[in-house]
């Protein structure tokens, strides 16, 4: 088949000919998202090739290794312009002449949303599909909600597009998506195939009612869902194809499309988009090549350290773990073999996978293993002494140039890197527990930390699959600093009146996965109260102290590892309130002459948003966050911050930085020293700006 010279190029869609057959090409890299200038390029395309008696088939290509992703996101955020996306499949769907989708790579959103309205789909076995507009809060707007059950059934189009799943070639072929795989030259296989395809508009074909797994299904989305709305409204409008005419689907599609773009959700879910890719951003990089990641270790087998040996192993990377003697070490292969139990266990993982990682983990004593490692990460015991000691040992045992990291969570990485003769190559890496499941990397850097060290562990989080926030070294970083004060007024809270069970139920209502001593409960609270202690030379005597955690402690009620902490834990280890807990409370408020009062759920909730944000803007202004995107992000992926709120400074922005200060100023008189508005609040409110907008 010979290839006619390009016919015509709109922008970034082209139209050429190969004999009868045209084919049309999106180019518009990096990822092939549909801007206007692609819907109008495709739309002009339809039209002009509908008049066109020449052409006897229709071939719809992306560029290789991407056919066309969704909708162009940073569109989103104005009204979305003319031809809009329904206007293109509405066209693809009109024409006479067969047409198919040639997919190779990525057909995403709105990519797939073209696809469906062509005659056939073929793909290349490294094809990915899917419906994935509910990650951004909102459900496809062309169609997708209508044509995917027609393809493959009610239930099955509830779980993919109300969890947003991506399915590969394979999947999608045998889900009833694709037609067939094309093994070599989808292009010219697409192109032989086309002429002869018949004509199967999804639009004029009826949906069977679907029967017991629907409601299975429903339930699994809506589960899964925790309270995005978008995936309610996907499920509405997929379970009423049954019984409802094609175009009046496509209307509610539509009009929900464009309701829940403006919604509350779908602007914090694309805000936290933005984020996560803003966030590898670091000034100062540009042209600074990162160090070799090849051979890596671990110092410290204990929670985190067999965690984060886990999360390198699950990267393909292998890793030395190095403990204190030959039993310590016994002990960390045994905590690694029951970490990959409970992921098998939770259905995570596959049996036959957990012998391939633990090949890549060899636990030992023997330091010598660290002469030639690239980058090696600390995570012994929270003590300086002990830290420098293990840093000492590593500027004489590590090869130059190697990246010497610390997992410390609170300590002074300066001082740390001070243990060395080489501060510049060490750098904090800060994971969060369980370190091989929670995402995200607090990169800390040093006052000496080299450029391309930064750069080595922005590699290391992207090979890993987490999401990095780069922070400069002070007290607790960033996110652990902000924690800080929000467990801090969350006991102003339960002195001045509230139950922890009420402030638990308030974060949990307002989006948390967990509210904070329930978290506490899980963490331990020794730890807390080791950080206290370390304090205590340092608060201000104006800073009220609530000691009801000491009191808890000194109880032997360290949390659910002791059976008893802010909560009882019974047998099946399950929580519940405990009246001991509440006479503590009580005595504690007598003692101090506090008259308890009620607090509402709302009051709780902005509360604590309030002074995360507080906090937060004097992590900015000291520099220790770049943005305060990178305040939300670690607070999302580390904290359980509830996505579809955005993160504490973005939710600030949206409650209005004037209500925020009058909130602080009340959370001051509650707190007393430390509890100051801070300078960039004052100064932000009462400009009438944003945390958003604003720049160093
Ligand atoms: P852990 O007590 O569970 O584990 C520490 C491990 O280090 C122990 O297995 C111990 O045998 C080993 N160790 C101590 N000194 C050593 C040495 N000189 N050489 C080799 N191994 C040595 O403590 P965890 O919770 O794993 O904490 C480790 C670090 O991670 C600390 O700096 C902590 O602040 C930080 N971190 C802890 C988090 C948590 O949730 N537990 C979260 C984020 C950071």
Not at 488 to 500: C, K, M, T, V
Request: charged fraction near 25%.
């Amino acid at each position: 088949m010979s290839e006619a010279p390009t016919r015509e190029r709109t922008g970034p869609v082209s139209v050429a000919r190969r004999g009868d057959v045209a084919v049309i090409t999106v180019t518009n890299p990096p990822v092939n998202a549909i801007s206007r200038a692609v819907r109008a390029g495709l739309l002009d395309a339809f039209r002009s090739l509908a008049a066109d008696s020449s052409v006897t088939a229709v071939v719809i290509s992306g560029r290789p290794g991407r056919f066309i992703a969704g909708a162009d996101i940073r569109e989103m955020n104005s009204a979305p312009e003319p031809p809009h996306l329904p206007e293109v499949v509405a066209a693809i769907e009109a024409l006479d002449v067969p047409v198919v989708a040639a997919i190779d790579g990525a057909a995403l959103g709105g990519g797939l949303e073209i696809a469906l309205a062509c005659d056939c789909r073929l793909a290349t076995p490294s094809a990915t599909l899917g419906l994935t507009e509910t990650r951004l809060g909102i459900v496809p707007g062309a169609g997708g909600t209508q044509r995917l059950p027609r393809l493959t059934g009610i239930a099955a189009a509830i779980r993919l597009i109300g969890e947003g799943k991506i399915l590969i070639a394979r999947e999608a072929l045998k889900s009833g998506i694709l037609d067939d795989i094309m093994e070599t030259d989808l292009l010219s296989a697409a192109c032989a195939l086309a002429p002869s395809i018949a004509k199967r508009r999804l639009s004029a074909m009826g949906v069977a009612p679907g029967g017991d797994e629907v409601d299975a299904a429903i339930a699994e989305v809506i589960r899964r869902a925790k309270g995005l709305p978008a995936a309610a409204r996907a499920v509405e409008l997929i379970q009423a194809t049954a019984d409802t005419p094609f175009a009046a689907g496509l209307g509610r599609e539509r009009a929900a499309f464009l309701e829940l773009r403006e919604g509350p959700e779908a602007k914090a879910l694309r805000h936290l988009f933005f984020a996560e890719r803003e966030a590898a951003k670091v000034p100062g990089l540009d042209g600074v090549t990162a160090r070799p990641l090849g051979n890596l270790a671990v110092i410290g087998g204990g929670t985190m350290g067999a965690g984060i040996a886990a999360a390198l192993a699950d990267a393909g990377l292998p890793v030395t773990l190095i403990e204190r003697d030959a039993d310590a070490a016994a002990s960390a292969t045994a905590r690694l073999h029951g970490l990959y139990e409970r992921q098998v266990a939770g259905g995570r993982l596959a049996r036959a996978e957990v012998e391939t990682r633990l090949m890549r983990i060899t636990a030992s004593a023997d330091w010598s293993a660290l002469a030639d490692v690239d980058l090696v990460i600390e995570a012994v015991f929270e003590d300086i002494a002990v830290k420098t000691d293990v840093f000492r040992r590593l500027d004489e045992t590590a090869r130059p140039g190697a990246v010497l990291a610390t997992n410390t969570s609170y300590l002074d990485l300066d001082a740390i890197a001070a243990a060395t003769c080489r501060p510049g190559d060490v750098i904090g890496l800060h994971f969060f527990a369980p370190a091989n499941v929670m995402k995200l990397l607090e990169i800390v850097r040093g006052a000496a930390t080299a450029p391309d060290v930064v750069a080595t562990a922005l590699a290391l989080a992207r090979r890993m699959g987490k999401q990095p926030v780069v922070a400069h070294n002070g007290d607790g970083f960033i996110g652990n600093r902000i924690f800080a004060v929000y467990r801090r007024h969350a006991e102003y809270l339960i002195e001045d009146g509230a139950s922890p069970v009420e402030v638990d139920a308030a974060l949990e209502a307002y989006g948390f996965a967990m509210g904070i001593f329930a978290v506490s409960d899980l963490s331990g609270l020794d730890i807390a109260l080791a950080m206290r202690r370390r304090r205590d030379a340092t608060r201000s005597p104006d800073e009220r102290y609530v000691d009801i955690a000491d009191r808890l402690c000194a109880a032997g009620r360290l949390g659910r590892k002791t059976g008893a902490g802010w909560y009882a834990y019974g047998a099946d280890g399950r929580k519940r309130p405990d009246p001991a807990v509440a006479d503590m409370l009580a005595a504690a408020r007598a003692e101090k002459g506090i008259t308890p009062r009620r607090f509402t759920a709302q009051e709780i909730q902005r509360r604590l948003v309030a002074v995360m944000a507080n906090e937060g803007a004097r992590v900015l202004a000291d520099g220790i966050a770049l943005r305060a995107s990178d305040i939300d992000l670690a607070f999302v992926h580390g904290y359980g911050f509830p996505r579809l709120k955005g993160g504490p400074m973005w939710a600030a922005d949206r409650i209005g930085l004037a209500t925020i200060l009058a909130e602080i100023e009340a959370a001051h008189r509650a707190g007393g020293a430390g509890s100051e508005p801070a300078k960039l609040l004052i100064d932000l409110a009462r400009r009438n700006a944003t945390f958003s907008d604003w720049r160093p």
